[in-house]
């Protein structure tokens, strides 16, 4: 049976004797690749460097909001993608550990919302007026006649024309 994949031949360095050329073209092709990889990563060092200087500037918690991260990247390293996608690397891995430490310091997620519910209570209690209902008002008189106005029977009909 004829294999349907095949691999491609590996191309072999070329010798030097016989097309000098073309081995000096791979060397320098290779060279300057490996040069140019080298100048990414500086680039790429240079800016994590600042976005973290910048985080570290702006939220005291960064380095516990970062070891928590790491410590994330353990358990899904799908995270190390996400942080290549972003933007701020230092503020996408801020964020990320600090809702980590968030969520352990809660425990779970139910813990969580009675937490907030509890807070967003205390909050509408605190800004609320305070207004003073009775319990009851089975033992006050009304203010109101209890008779009302006396009825002196249909308008005639000229008060109500003119």
Do not use: C, H
């Amino acid at each position: 049976m004829e294999q349907q994949f095949r691999q491609p031949a590996e191309t072999e360095a070329p010798d030097f004797w016989e097309d000098p050329n073309a081995v000096i073209s791979n060397q320098v092709a290779t060279a300057v690749q490996a040069a140019l990889q080298g100048w990414e990563m500086k680039q790429m060092q240079a800016e994590a460097d600042r976005s973290e200087a910048a985080a570290k500037a702006k939220y005291p918690d960064y380095e516990d909001a970062f070891a928590k991260f790491r410590e994330q990247v353990q358990f899904n390293p799908g995270l190390i993608n996400e942080l290549q996608m972003a933007a701020d690397k230092a503020e996408f891995a801020y964020r990320r550990g600090k809702q980590a430490l968030e969520l352990s310091q809660v425990g779970d997620l139910d813990a969580l919302k009675a937490q907030i519910r509890a807070q967003v209570e205390a909050e509408l209690r605190a800004s609320a007026p305070v207004v003073d209902i009775p319990t009851t008002t089975a033992g006050q008189r009304s203010v109101s006649d209890r008779g009302g106005p006396a009825w002196a029977g249909p308008q005639p009909l000229s008060a109500i024309l003119s």
